[in-house]
């Protein structure tokens, strides 16, 4: 029997990683995922977790522990937002390349400057290259959830990769939710001890991340790539456990809200589907075929999947809580990518939303369906990202 | 040979690189001005001075030329040499 309480979305995360047992945990704190990792040195302190919690003095030496504390046969977490993330860079590449399967939350949070501590996607987006799988959520409870998947994915042998998991700031970390929790023996029978193949040891000394010249650079860098995108079938599989366990469908990399035969259908990802979907459910109220498609995993990104969700609609329009400056949103590029040259396929607009936590509510949300139908209307799609709510007059 | 996941290794394997090869300048020890002092050897990054006897002698396979121990030779025994091809 699942125990259901009101907590916290950073301390549903903080129990999720506690029932995962990891036995390395450090980390720097930063607004706004100070919750989670508070909660862990809490119960860490009180010997409720039984793991080496350890302080470090910046996110860049956070990561550097749990990337050691992982090549040494630990299950390590870590947790960053924000500048947080972008400093720990450097060594997510590196641990990656090294295969090392530690779990991160990436709380989302704008990137300075200006300085800014709400919630956009821009700090996690900018770690999309660095072959750390990807997982966004919705609600504490998928937090949850997928903090349990995320240590069973990233040691699948196959896989062997970090994973973060990332959550919007302060919307999911510091709202309060009615979350389900799994007893110990249900996690333990999902998630066995961490046994990799390879680990530190002075008796038989090895290196991590040696030497590699052109010659064979590109053949270790497509191995990650392969892991990764081959990983989508382990991943599915594991969901699918998931769903099993918890009663809670997470059959798919993407999730499809009314979109079966919608004409216009959104994308996009974390918290913000909430309004969306409330929005939508409005709109088809006064009668127009309107989805939503949110991708939950978007490293390996899932253009099967979106294939099949979104090849029957009139017009696609991305929500990207994020930009790459002087091109577009990093989603609707890499949908576009995906979707060109394929016979049939819809048209794909992108649209800027909700960077430092601009509100995107369901006005917000009834200007992009409007938009997007005129423009598909208009048969003329636009070259460029337009950007939501911006209010040109204050722009010098 | 395939390579191998987090291109794990066995250790030591870089001793099968000989970086020396980078180097475009080489350190070359006075042995007759040498005190026998040791500093070279324990500020060398690369970890190419050997002591040999009671001579210090400079491993040219792994010396990348970068004249640490040179600056750092308080007898002024070394001196940095242009490699020439």
């Avoid at chain 1, 860098?221 to 081959?230: F, S, T, V």
């Avoid at chain 2, 794990?8 to 180097?23: A, E, M």
Wanted: aromatic letters at 6%.
């Amino acid at each position: 029997m699942a125990d259901i309480k009101v907590v916290e979305g950073s301390e549903a995360v903080a129990l999720a990683v506690k029932a995962c047992r990891p036995q390395v945990v450090a980390a720097y704190p930063i607004s706004p995922q100070t919750h989670i990792v508070e909660a862990l040195a809490r119960m860490a302190a009180d010997g409720d977790l039984k793991a080496e919690y350890v302080r470090v003095e910046s996110e860049f030496s956070a990561a550097s522990v749990v990337s050691g504390a992982s090549a040494a046969g630990s299950r390590s977490y870590t947790a960053s937002a924000s500048q947080g993330l972008l400093l720990m860079t450097e060594v997510l590449y590196a641990s990656a390349g090294m295969r090392l399967p530690f779990v991160i939350t990436g709380v989302n949070r704008s990137i300075s400057a200006p300085i800014n501590i709400q919630v956009d996607h821009q700090d996690t987006i900018s770690l999309r290259d660095s072959g750390v799988i990807q997982f966004y959520v919705e609600s504490a409870q998928e937090a949850y959830d997928m903090h349990l998947a995320a240590f069973k994915i990233a040691e699948n042998p196959s896989i062997m990769l970090p994973v973060m998991v990332c959550m919007d700031g302060w919307v999911l970390t510091h709202s309060y939710e009615r979350v389900e929790f799994l007893d110990q023996e249900t996690v333990d029978s999902f998630l066995p001890p961490f046994k990799p193949e390879n680990f530190l040891d002075v008796t038989n000394p090895k290196t991590w991340g040696s030497y590699a010249e052109g010659d064979v650079l590109m053949e270790f860098k497509y191995a990650i790539h392969k892991a990764m995108n081959e990983g989508k079938s382990s991943i599915r599989r594991i969901f699918a456990e998931l769903t099993t366990l918890t009663g809670r469908d997470y059959g798919g990399l993407v999730e499809a809200y009314r979109a079966d035969d919608a004409d216009v259908i959104l994308v996009a990802m974390g918290s913000m589907a909430g309004t969306i979907k409330d929005a939508i459910d409005d709109l088809r109220q006064e009668g127009k075929r309107v989805g939503l498609v949110r991708i939950r995993c978007y490293r390996p990104f899932p253009h099967e999947d979106l294939i099949g969700a979104l090849g029957r609609a009139k017009v696609v329009a991305v929500l990207d809580a994020n930009v790459s400056i002087g091109s577009e949103g990093a989603v609707g590029l890499d949908i576009k990518s995906k979707l060109n040259g394929r016979p049939g396929m819809p048209m794909v607009l992108d649209f800027i939303a909700g960077l430092g936590g601009r509100e995107v509510n369901s006005s917000a949300v009834r200007k992009i369906v409007d938009r997007a139908e005129k423009i598909l209307f208009s048969g003329l799609p636009i070259s460029e990202a337009e950007w939501i709510d911006l209010n040109p007059a204050i722009v010098p | 040979m395939k390579i191998t996941p987090g291109a794990v290794v066995k250790g030591g394997t870089s001793l099968n690189y000989k970086t020396g090869s980078w180097r475009d300048q080489r350190p070359e020890i006075d042995q007759e001005t040498c005190k026998q002092c040791g500093i070279c050897q324990e500020v060398c990054p690369d970890d190419a001075v050997r002591q040999s006897g009671d001579r210090y002698e400079i491993d040219y396979d792994f010396c990348k030329g970068c004249g640490i121990c040179a600056h750092e030779c308080t007898a002024e025994a070394i001196s940095m040499k242009n490699e020439e091809k």
